[in-house]
T-cell receptor
Framework: AQSVTQLDSQVPVFEEAPVELRCNYS??????LFWYVQYPNQGLQLLLK??????LVKGINGFEAEFNKSQTSFHLRKPSVHISDTAEYFC??????????FGQGTELSVKP | DTEVTQTPKHLVMGMTNKKSLKCEQH?????MYWYKQKAKKPPELMFV???????INESVPSRFSPECPNSSLLNLHLHALQPEDSALYLC?????????????FGSGTRLTVV
């Protein structure tokens, strides 16, 4: 079965600092990987996705992620965060059964 | 139109009530989904509709009854719910169940069962 594990439940960081949110996946077949963001009291918004090809994927709001097949990771990064990036971030894997499965989420808290 | 619209945004219902959640999209997507999200938890898949037919039911209790009247609409009928069913209910859609484009989510209905 395919799954994702987000290694940090909470990540506090100061404004303008870089951040990395970690995600490992488990799958024996090719995968589609996603990062979603959820702002308070809102639905989920797609940040970026990896389907195939280049392992460095750029998304919205200055975020990027790198797919690493040997380490089965798909970590999300941003070189300089803003207060407005405070939100819950979910790593997701799309499995062959037609399901989008999420990790437990990482709460990013950006402090001034 | 690139949105998934969910109504109502908030709903409070008693355990003996019958209510419905509504979801609508006009992107031509042929797959639609219901997710349930408890506080501080990831969304959990409940149902998948593909071309207006139920394709996945994740062992959801029968007090939740989905319906897909047409390719743009998805309803979730609620009856005899329990307080532990209080959660954010998210609807999503995608081009089809094999879509590599990801899902588009609505803003959700926050349900409180009293």
């Amino acid at each position: 079965a395919q799954s994702v594990t987000q290694l940090d439940s909470q990540v506090p960081v100061f404004e303008e600092a870089p951040v990395e949110l970690r995600c490992n996946y488990s799958s024996s077949v090719s995968v589609y990987l996603f990062w979603y963001v959820q702002y308070p009291n809102q639905g989920l918004q797609l940040l970026l996705k990896y389907l195939s090809g280049s392992t460095l994927v750029k998304g919205i709001n200055g975020f990027e992620a790198e797919f690493n097949k040997s380490q089965t990771s798909f970590h999300l990064r941003k070189p300089s965060v803003h207060i407005s990036d405070t939100a819950e971030y979910f790593c997701g894997i799309y499995n062959q059964g037609g399901k989008l499965i999420f990790g437990q989420g990482t709460e990013l808290s950006v402090k001034p | 139109d690139t949105e998934v619209t969910q109504t109502p945004k908030h709903l409070v219902m008693g355990m003996t009530n019958k209510k419905s959640l509504k979801c609508e999209q006009h992107m031509g997507h042929r797959a639609m989904y219901w997710y349930k999200q408890k506080a501080k938890k990831p969304p959990e898949l409940m149902f998948v509709y593909s071309y207006e037919k139920l394709s996945i039911n994740e062992s959801v209790p029968s007090r939740f009854s989905p319906e897909c009247p047409n390719s743009s609409l998805l309803n979730l009928h609620l009856h005899a719910l329990q307080p532990e069913d209080s959660a954010l209910y998210l609807c999503a859609s995608s081009q089809d169940t094999g879509s590599s484009h990801g899902y588009t989510f609505g803003s959700g209905t926050r349900l409180t069962v009293v």
